[in-house]
T-cell receptor, first 110, second 116 residues
Framework: QQPVQSPQAVILREGEDAVINCSSS?????VHWYRQKHGEAPVFLMI?????EQKGHEKISASFNEKKQQSSLYLTASQLSYSGTYFC???????????FGKGTLLTVNP | DTGVSQDPRHKITKRGQNVTFRCDPI?????LYWYRQTLGQGPEFLTY????????KSRLLSDRFSAERPKGSFSTLEIQRTEQGDSAMYLC??????????????FGPGTRLTVL
């Protein structure tokens, strides 16, 4: 069962902040975040392991709430280059495959 | 490090034809994954290899689909008797398995298949 991402789409002006949520009804062992631009490969952003870990990547950070089976991606002071579709991928236990959500389309305008 | 490469990048074929895609993983990565992505969806898992062993196949992978990784390096994905529903982006990813229980998967640019 795929994770549910919200919102489906968000439009920002450069410099604004955004939060993308990823919820799973199945147990989360780890959450993987990717960004994909149109016609390109998904690009790895970060992995979060269960334990409420928070990680950062430039001005992008994420948290993982194991109790709520939820991860959130925080984009701070967004840049034009942040535009794209963000996917969260759920990994369950020793099963290495990723089950992805439907994605959140982020558009950053000047 | 040249990243994951896939060939061809685009393939147009007629219904009923066979097609084969190739994936070259990042050097020394021992895990290789195939995913399929359709418009507006996230990648869907098809199958994965650890070295040359195919360890899991999705129920999405019908009998018409077969994947190999003969020497634990590059991999091929073949679709026989293609159908219009096979039209999608086929993505390959690779990772390096360590003692950690998770790994980072790096994706290739994909092969876009169009079945007419």
């Amino acid at each position: 069962q795929q994770p549910v991402q919200s919102p489906q789409a968000v439009i920002l002006r450069e410099g604004e902040d955004a939060v993308i949520n990823c919820s799973s009804s199945k147990a989360l062992y780890s959450v993987h975040w990717y960004r994909q631009k149109h016609g390109e490969a998904p690009v790895f952003l970060m992995i979060l392991l269960k334990g409420g870990e928070q990680k950062g990547h430039e001005k992008i950070s994420a948290s993982f709430n194991e109790k709520k089976q939820q991860s959130s991606l925080y984009l701070t002071a967004s840049q034009l280059s942040y535009s794209g579709t963000y996917f969260c991928g759920r990994q369950g236990g020793s099963n290495y495959k990723l089950t992805f959500g439907k994605g959140t389309l982020l558009t950053v305008n000047p | 490090d040249t990243g994951v490469s896939q060939d061809p990048r685009h393939k147009i074929t007629k219904r009923g034809q066979n097609v084969t895609f190739r994936c070259d993983p990042i050097s020394e990565h021992n895990r290789l994954y195939w995913y399929r992505q359709t418009l507006g969806q996230g990648p869907e898992f098809l199958t994965y290899f650890q070295n040359e062993a195919q360890l899991e196949k999705s129920r999405l992978l019908s009998d018409r689909f077969s994947a190999e990784r003969p020497k634990g390096s590059f991999s091929t994905l073949e679709i026989q008797r293609t159908e219009q529903g096979d039209s999608a982006m086929y993505l390959c990813a690779s990772s390096l398995a360590t003692s950690a229980s998770t790994d980072t998967q790096y994706f290739g640019p994909g092969t876009r298949l169009t079945v007419l």
